[in-house]
T-cell receptor
Framework: EPEVTQTPSHQVTQMGQEVILRCVPI?????FYWYRQILGQKVEFLVS????????KSEIFDDQFSVERPDGSNFTLKIRSTKLEDSAMYFC?????????????FGPGTRLLVL | QKEVEQDPGPLSVPEGAIVSLNCTYS??????FMWYRQYSRKGPELLMY????GNKEDGRFTAQVDKSSKYISLFIRDSQPSDSATYLC???????????FGSGTQLTVLP
């Protein structure tokens, strides 16, 4: 069964460093998403991506964040200058389309720890 | 504004019990409702998906939606220790149908 994959599974970085989180969505999916979950808190939407551009983003997704689909398979989230409060699980998700009956499938997550 | 509210738990039940998990939502734009299961430090796994009022059954799981009262439920019959996880209700909205999650209910099924 196709699944969303994410690398790395864990990342430790120093405050102020740049990190890139990588995702490989399900191959025939068209919509891609990033969510984050701070320990003990809700899963929160960050950004959605369709047709090589951002379609929606939350107030969390500020200028420190960017997303890219550099090739036909990878989808990346970059945090330019990490802050302590960026420590969280980051989940990538993908969806085939937005028709009724279609929903999102999540990857296993990347645990980011900013020291 | 808390758009999706969920009973926080934790909930502990004996094996074989019927479990009822509940959420309410406030956004009338929500049309589609999901239940995800999340094991510790893993990604959410889709359990049930529904888009109309009424019941939807899948094995031991039944999802129930009441749009008039903005209430969604998940029932687990004959609960098993392997059902121990956090259960997240969610709904989607927006042009990209991004998900809004509840806070999750942590369920423990005791053998």
């Amino acid at each position: 069964e196709p699944e969303v994959t994410q690398t790395p599974s864990h990342q430790v970085t120093q405050m102020g460093q740049e990190v890139i989180l990588r995702c490989v969505p399900i191959s025939n999916h068209l919509y891609f998403y990033w969510y984050r979950q701070i320990l003990g808190q809700k899963v929160e939407f960050l950004v959605s991506f369709y047709n090589n551009e951002i379609s929606e983003k939350s107030e969390i997704f500020d200028d420190q964040f960017s997303v890219e689909r550099p090739d036909g398979s990878n989808f990346t989230l970059k945090i330019r200058s990490t802050k302590l409060e960026d420590s969280a699980m980051y989940f990538c998700a993908s969806r085939r389309d937005t028709a009724k009956g279609e929903t999102q499938y999540f990857g296993p997550g990347t645990r980011l720890l900013v020291l | 504004q808390k758009e999706v509210e969920q009973d926080p738990g934790p909930l502990s039940v004996p094996e074989g019990a019927i479990v009822s998990l509940n959420c309410t939502y406030s956004n009338s734009a929500f049309q589609y409702f999901m239940w995800y299961r999340q094991y510790s430090r893993k990604g959410p796994e889709l359990l049930m998906y529904t888009y109309s009022s009424g019941n939807k059954e899948d094995g031991r799981f039944t999802a129930q939606v009441d749009k008039s009262s903005k209430y969604i439920s998940l029932f687990i019959r004959d609960s098993q220790p392997s059902d121990s996880a956090t259960y997240l209700c969610a709904s989607d909205s927006g042009s990209a149908r991004q998900l809004t999650f509840g806070s999750g209910t942590q369920l423990t099924v005791l053998p």
